[in-house]
């Protein structure tokens, strides 16, 4: 039987580029013992142990799905691992120490933020050259693009704001202050508002992408646990833009938020220090990485509730899936 | 290396320059031809200053201990203020440890000093804060672990980023106890720091369920730090200032003035582990700490002063960057906006580590965990799981609001 699962896994990465719908590869990045772990989305099994540069964290996959991006921060790289040999096949000029980054909708260009050098580096994929460096704030992290190409979100930790850039000139358009420390830019699907979390100011600030002003600020309150605990980072919102989820770190929970009223509806408990989060394509599964615990947690987007939790590397960080 | 105030001005001006040049394109200004004019924000750093022993040289205090990080701050400040307008600076002024700060502290008023950060005794400190209240200046002590600072001698305009001698105690302690080492002995110095560490200690030792078995004074007869043979003796003397004790788990040395408590860990008669000024010690801040994102501040202080990041480096950021975060949200450099924000009961600053940082506001002293590390690494931080707190379970650390001896009224 194991023998038989083993296969199937094989040949299910060997397959991946021709996509069968039901199953994705998800790539999960391990920053402590540098490798990415491939599991399939639909049985939920580990395929593929990948190693790469030292402390992988952001991670991303074109968008035919054929190439697969890894921050090395440690190495000041981001590395290009082909996804059907899982080889690693070049790198790309991020500078140094990056974090995480943003494919552009047409594929083209990536955003690195460069939390060393108070940079955001702007990447020709093809390439492989850098465009220009757009200086922000204190540690850039977050990384967010709006759905047209035409604005991208960088996140300062130590200025506490959130960076508008013009992607046709590369220039600062518009700086919103937000809560301590922020983590993750998310646009909604219509491009309407960009979520910003705060992981040490423990809210999710709503950005309207057309006044740029912080229209509601999410907080979040579990019983039995201190608001010191409760530090979101990762968000992702439902391609109808209905729901958004967000990873509370220590908190062990992923809230899930109403996008219309702002409620939080729900806290899914996963593993420890929640961190980054991704759908499926069909949106029916979220994965969630728990870095402390050592894995990720498949959610059910329709009931809210955990289906399975499967052990990746350690201290996973970063996730996304293939699209096809 | 030359502190007197023209110097960092003149350095901190460059460095504005400099953000300025390197953030040339100025987002919102090109958006706006007509931005606004850049508001400043100086901040004053007042410090006695006179090189120190250690029994280990690696232990030896840089000479920019402390400035440096407020330096880096003001770096990060001026980045955020970039594109707000604001530029900040700091001017240092560095006296004498015994020395008469008042009249250096009235010049720094005259200058229009609002906001000054003060590494100084706590006595020189006591000189100079009603004088600061009385022209509306704001003091921030990023120097003394005196509880007295925060106690019977709390100033409304005073300010702690600097954690106190109970709040390290109580983080240590707290570890101690997780641990299963609740029986300790206690060696102290005999100078006035020592003694004040050592009551931080009986006082943690009660709180939170350890033994003091015994207690040993090691006296300052006053020898050479520094002699070739020296070692010798050491090894023959610390084994016998620590025999017959009762049984105990751990030793506990109070020795701020750093006298004799770096030469107890091996040379105890039991084989015991050493804990307190030496051994494992507690601190604002560890320069190994990579948690929590430290490796960003730890990198950026690295590579501004080629040296790693000690805890008054961090007590001082600290500081600079609560001015900071209080300019920035305040769009204002106004005293009065700036202290409000600073005293209202949501301020909170990131400081690398894990959690919030915020003031008590009964005493106005920063609530931090403790870092406990030895000479190599971070071995824990406290507070520890299990010590619960209705509030903060920060405040499991130090005197908490019920006990305190504060009246800022």
Known sequence: MHRYAYLLAGTIAAVIQTGPAWANAVYVSNEKDNTVTVVDSKTMEVTKTINVGQRPRG???SHDGKLLYVCASDDDTVEIIDTATHQIIGSLPSGPDPELFVLSPDGKTLYVANED????????????RVITEI???????????????KTMVNTSETTNMAHFIDTATHEIVANVLVDSRPRFAEFKPDGSQVWISAEIGGTVSVIDNASREVVEKITFEIQGLRSEAIQPVGVRITSDGKKAYVALGPANRVAVVNTETYEVEKYILVGQRVWQLAFTPDGKTLISTNGLSNDITFIDTATDEPIKSVTVGALPWGVTVAPN | MNMKSTVPNTLVFFLACFFLLVNAPQPMAQQKPAAKPVTEIRIGYLRAYEPQLALSVLDIPPEDEGVAGANVAINDNNTTGSFLGQSFSLDVVQTKREEDVVPVFREMLARGEKYVLTDISAGQ???????????????????S?????????CRSNVFHTAPTRTMLADGLAQYLVWKQWRTWVLLYGSHEPDQLYADAIRRAAKRFG?????????????????????????????????????AHDVVIVADESEVFGSYVPYRTWDPRPVAGTAGLVASSWHPASEQWGGSQIQGRFEKATGRRMLGKDMQAWT??????????????????KIEAFIKDENFSLAAFKGQKVGFRRWNWQLRQPIFLGDGRGVVSTSPQEGFLHQFSELDTLGVDQPETACNLN
């Open chain 1, 59 to 61: 991670i991303t996959v």
């Open chain 1, 117 to 128: 050098d108070n940079l955001v580096t702007v990447i020709d994929v093809d390439k492989k």
């Open chain 1, 135 to 149: 200086p922000v704030g204190v540690e850039p992290e977050g990384m967010g693009i709006s759905p047209d190409g």
């Open chain 2, 125 to 143: 400190l006591l000189s100079i804060a009603d004088l600061a209240r009385e022209n509306g200046v704001l003091l921030f002590n990023v120097g």
């Open chain 2, 145 to 153: 672990t005196d509880d007295i600072l925060r106690e019977q001698e």
């Open chain 2, 210 to 246: 350890a033994k003091i078995v015994e207690e040993r004074l090691y006296e300052d007869t006053g020898t050479a730090r520094r002699t070739d043979s020296g070692v010798v003796q050491v090894q023959r003397q610390m084994p016998v200032f620590t025999q017959n004790l009762p």
């Open chain 2, 319 to 336: 500081a600079v960057r609560i001015l900071g975060e209080a300019a920035t949200r305040t769009s204002s450099n106004d005293t009065a």
